[in-house]
């Protein structure tokens, strides 16, 4: 299984954001055909979903037909067929933790349980479908807490199975570089915003946050295009009114969203964007978290109806994202076709603080996932408790080391 590549350099970022715009381009156009059998944005699954694509609509299609080059979704294609049927398929969104995660779980699952492994990149929706489906098989970070209704649904009825937690101290909101509040003496940079602590006070400060694509007017970056949480930002800059002071932008790929953040951070300019913990974003810069109303869950449910229309956010939709555990979840015919990858599975627990320290080992040294796996199983022994059995834990150090 391939390792991906550790996170980008600002040089890389116009070759990043090309080949990442096509990929996506392709994303979207499986999606919505996905999303044309199932009748419904996301959510889940009816036990008689019908299986047949062809009733996908071509006015669906036809949104997206000038953005995807068809060789590239021929290939694209090519490689999901391609997938072994034996193997266990876990879900890749594009983000340095899960790449990292699911690199630490394909390494002791087939070097230690001698199980192939692949990993497969879809959106949520698409997984909120592949999941239960069994086109996908492990989710070792799913994010609940920003698609809860689902969740819970999916987990009661179950059509997919909680398998414990992968981390349990997750974060997310909106950030600025603390050199915008303090400035930074040591850099030469003086405090440009010395009084934004809430989302409140970025009203009076929106000059500093320029849109580069829009000279005059200003900026937040939402997050990344599709995913759920990039929706929700969106959302609450309705329900804050800042839309009347900011653009909401988001970017193609998680690597071009990171080599964004760090062109601007390097040069000491002011930037306004969504992120979340962990991840070495948050490992290697000094962020300030900007404080928000309390979450509450009336607020989640009227920011959840807001959605899929960010523009129809009512106030109530105004409150700090949640944080918390983040789970994994895996199709309960995992349990039969490999039970004790489904045992190690519920006891796998990576945890806040060995997250952070693997990121930063990945970023630092400009690692690849596999390596920066490598690197924990080496220097961790936390997994021998997933484990729990000492000859496939001698595989796989042996693995590791050679």
């Known amino acids: 299984m391939e390792g991906r590549t550790g996170a980008p350099t600002v040089a890389e970022l116009e ?34 979903a019908p299986a047949d694509t062809e009733e996908a609509s071509g006015e669906d299609l036809e949104e997206v037909a000038d953005e995807v080059d068809e060789e590239e979704a021929d290939e694209v294609q090519a490689e999901l067929e391609d997938v072994d049927e034996d193997a266990i398929v876990v879900h890749d969104a594009g983000w340095e933790s899960l790449w990292v ?3 630490i779980f394909a390494t002791i699952v087939e070097e230690g349980y001698d199980h192939a492994v692949e990993e497969v990149t879809m959106s949520t929706p698409f997984l909120q479908q592949a999941l239960p489906d069994g086109d996908a098989d492990v989710a070792t970070e799913m994010w609940c807490i920003n698609h809860q209704e689902y969740c819970d649904t999916a987990f009661d009825d179950g059509s997919i199975e909680q398998v414990g937690t992968v981390f349990s101290e997750s974060e997310q909101g909106w950030y600025v570089p603390r ?4 400035g930074d003496e040591d850099r030469g940079i003086e405090p440009m915003a010395p009084d934004l602590e809430h989302v409140d006070d970025l009203p009076e400060h929106a000059d500093l946050f320029e849109d580069p694509e829009r000279p005059g ?16 930002s969106d959302a609450k800059v309705h329900a804050y ?15 071009a969203f990171d080599a964004e953040i760090v062109s601007a951070y390097e040069a000491g300019e002011p930037i306004l964007f969504y992120y979340w913990a962990p991840s070495w974003i948050m490992a290697e810069l000094d962020l300030v978290l900007l404080d928000e109303p309390e979450w509450t869950p009336e607020c989640d449910e009227a920011l959840a109806e807001a959605s899929d229309d960010p523009s129809s956010a009512s106030e109530e939709a105004g409150c700090a994202f949640p944080g918390g555990e983040v789970e994994q979840a895996m199709n309960p015919g995992l349990r039969d076709r490999a039970p004790e990858v489904a045992e190690m599975l519920e006891r796998m627990y990576v945890g806040d603080d060995r997250i952070n320290e693997v990121l930063a080992y990945f970023e630092q040294e400009d690692a690849e996932a596999d390596e920066a796996a490598h690197w924990y199983l080496r220097n961790v022994d936390d997994w021998h408790e997933w ?10 150090e042996s693995a590791v080391d050679a």
């Open 15 to 48: 070759e990043v954001v090309c080949v990442s715009d096509c990929v996506r381009a392709v994303r979207v156009l499986v999606l919505l055909v996905a999303l044309a059998v199932l009748g419904a944005a996301c959510g889940p699954p009816g036990d008689d």
């Open 101 to 103: 995660i699911n690199q």
């Open 179 to 182: 050199y915008v509040i303090e």
């Open 217 to 232: 007017e200003s900026r937040i970056i939402s997050g990344i295009t599709g995913w759920d949480s990039t929706n929700l």
């Open 241 to 255: 009114g800042l839309n009347e002071h900011f653009n909401s932008q988001d970017v193609g790929s998680a690597a």
């Open 387 to 396: 484990v729990q059995d000492d000859e496939i834990i001698e595989r796989v």
